[in-house]
């Protein structure tokens, strides 16, 4: 099972850090990814980590503002997202792959987490 959190309300150039732990299972086992989707629009690839080399990729309109990493001592992947903008406003979902790839390919994910909420706005 994937717990999200660390969704709220922040000003345009705020920051936050989602969590995405992991109950169950190892998260260092898997490529875990953070996804999110705003309303009438469809689901974004926002970043991913590998398994194996934690190598990382982020989508075009993240890169250089949000980080992934990995705490495998606390078995949670986090995001942290710096200046935000209103346009990041989403629900933002993180998912599992045990093939361990880091991808952004949403239906190769086997496991989701519920989503967290992520509001931009002054």
């Known amino acids: 099972q994937l717990q999200a959190s660390g969704g709220g309300l922040v000003q345009p150039g705020g920051h936050l850090r989602l969590s995405c732990a992991g109950s169950?299972?190892?998260?260092?086992?898997?490529?875990i990814a953070w996804f999110r989707q705003a309303p009438g629009k469809e689901r974004e690839g926002v970043s991913c980590i590998g398994s194996t080399d934690d190598s990382t990729n982020y989508g075009d309109s993240v890169k250089g503002r949000f980080t992934i990493f990995r705490d495998n001592a606390k078995n949670t992947v986090y995001l942290q997202m710096n200046s935000l903008k209103p346009e990041d406003t989403a629900v933002y979902y993180c998912?599992?792959?045990?093939?361990?790839?880091?991808?952004?390919?949403?239906?190769?994910?086997?496991?989701w987490g519920q989503g967290t909420l992520v509001t931009v706005s002054s």
């Open positions: 998912a599992a792959d045990p093939r361990g790839i880091a991808t952004m390919t949403p239906h190769l994910y086997e496991y």
């Open positions: 169950g299972f190892t998260l260092d086992y898997f490529a």
